[in-house]
Every structure is written in structure tokens, then in C-alpha cells.
């Protein structure tokens, strides 16, 4: 993601507001930063859109107000913030009863520590629980913090609870206890590089069937690649396999693999912003 983060930063601020009108009247999704145009010409964009085949995404870094944040996510942009964005639990609760009427999401990507994995300053895992609740997406990752899973288990049991989704985005070998988040109705991303030994091979197969069967799903980022045997059994549980090209040859058995799973559409809610990003 920080790539595709840094992307956005350096792109062309614009002018007026001609270009998001020309965007809003196109037929794709629409991805902008609160900081790239005055509310008034945002609100009225998200009102002049009206393509429901695609989303409206507003990326918060805290420069409107929560009652601002509410008319747009009422007419139907979703919101995507963090907890270094925005980190009062009230204020997300009632923009995303908002975004209820505008058929919208609001989508929280969580840095901070959780409970008691160490004091923070951040949302506390009881707010997030209750947001969880309240509907809203969590997003969390283990890659720069590490995360003790049976507070995730709890998130996500909440969020289940609350017709969200806990979407987790693991980094290392897979654990035992991955597979009660899947249980709970998570979306798990994992790379290919997460199942190098024998035990998380094992263990995968029984995170995509409860996943699957849970409301959740296994997306597996394919980067070095793993044994034929193994991503079919994966494929056939009914997990979602990210490709970033056409990587194999025709007469690969691969291949057939490939075009199965790129019939299967990924959630818009089952990453944030980027599907091919593992934060």
C-alpha cells in the first residue's frame, strides 16, 4: 500500500473542479483525497454520481469535520480513514450511520496497539469492537505490529455481529489460531510466501473452508509461487488468488488455474483501496 499511497500524494493537484466533474459523469470508480478539492465541489460530485456499478472513495486524513464527512458518506461516497486520521470512536459511529442512507461504507485501517498488546493512544479494542458492531470495515495488519489473534478473533466476531468484516492481512507463517479468525467470518490476506513450511500448508486449507463458510474468505497474493497440488486444493475450498500478470504459458496447468480464479471478483470491502497491496 505505500506505494500506491505515495502515488496518490504526487499526483497533480487540480485546478478547479472540471476534472472530478468530467470523472463523476464516467463509468468507473472514482478515488480521491479530501485535500484535493473543497468540500462544496466534493459534496456536489458524490451527489452527481449516480454510477451504483461503482464506488465514489473518499480517502480522510482528518481535514473535514465529522458532520462533513457525514453529508458525503449519506450521498454515497465511502470513506476510507485510519485511526491516525481520525481516532474518536463517536465520530465514526455516527458517519457511518450516515453512510447507511447513502448505500456507502465507511472503512477504518487500524495501526494502533490492540488491548493489551501494549498501552496506546489510539481507538481501544472496545471501540473498535462496538464500531465493529455498528457496521463499520476494520482493516488491520501485522506486518510492522505484531498481533495477538484472539483479540482478532474477538474484532472480528464483533464485526460479524455487525454485517462488517474484520479483513486481516497477515504476514509470516500461518498459526492455529488463524484458523478460529477464519470461523468468525474474517477476510484473511496472506502471500504465498506465508506457506513455506508444512504446517501453515496444512493449516491453509482449513482457514479458506472456514472462511468460506463463515462469510469471510482467503485472498493468497501470488508472488514466488507454490506447488501446483497445494494452490489447487486452496482454488477448489473456494479461496480468492490475486495474480499481478499472465504468468504462465498456455499449456501450463497452471494456467487453468489462473483463469478460474480471475472469474471470481474480490469485495470491494475485502481490501483497502488496492487489491493488489498487502499492507
Known amino acids: 500500500m505505500d506505494s500506491k499511497k505515495q502515488e496518490l500524494k504526487e499526483s497533480p493537484r487540480p485546478e478547479d473542479a472540471s476534472d472530478l466533474l468530467f470523472m463523476v459523469r464516467g463509468s468507473k470508480d472514482i478515488t480521491v483525497r479530501d485535500d484535493q478539492y473543497e468540500y462544496p465541489i466534493l459534496l456536489d460530485a458524490v451527489r452527481r454520481f449516480r454510477d451504483r456499478r461503482h464506488r465514489f472513495r473518499l480517502i480522510d486524513t482528518g481535514r473535514f469535520s465529522s458532520f462533513e464527512l457525514e453529508w458525503l458518506a449519506a450521498g454515497g461516497a465511502d470513506i476510507y480513514t485510519s485511526d491516525d486520521a481520525r481516532s474518536n470512536a463517536q465520530e465514526l459511529e455516527i458517519v457511518n450511520a450516515s453512510s447507511k442512507r447513502g448505500d456507502a461504507a465507511v472503512v477504518l485501517f487500524y495501526n494502533g496497539a490492540l488491548g493489551t498488546e501494549e498501552e496506546g493512544e489510539s481507538l481501544s479494542l472496545t471501540e473498535l469492537m462496538n464500531l465493529g458492531r ?46 478460529d479468525l477464519a470461523q468468525n467470518g474474517a477476510w484473511i490476506h496472506i502471500a504465498d510466501l506465508s506457506l513455506a513450511d508444512e504446517e501453515s500448508q496444512s493449516i491453509v486449507k482449513d482457514v479458506t473452508r472456514s472462511a468460506c463458510s463463515s462469510g469471510g474468505n482467503l485472498v493468497l497474493h501470488w508472488e514466488k509461487g507454490i506447488a501446483f497440488s497445494l494452490l489447487d486444493d486452496i482454488v477448489q475450498a473456494g479461496a480468492v488468488v490475486l495474480f499481478r500478470s499472465a504468468l504462465f504459458d498456455f499449456k501450463s496447468p497452471y494456467r487453468v488455474i489462473e483463469e478460474q480464479v480471475r472469474r471470481r471478483k474480490l469485495d470491494y470491502r475485502a481490501y483497502y483501496l488496492y487489491p493488489d497491496v498487502l499492507p
Open 134 to 179: 455498528s457496521g463499520v470495515y476494520v482493516h488491520v495488519s501485522n506486518k510492522k505490529t505484531k498481533r495477538d489473534l484472539s483479540l482478532l478473533v474477538q474484532l472480528a466476531h464483533n464485526c460479524r455481529k455487525g454485517r462488517s468484516w474484520l479483513v486481516y492481512y497477515h504476514h509470516g507463517s500461518l498459526e492455529m489460531p488463524v484458523v
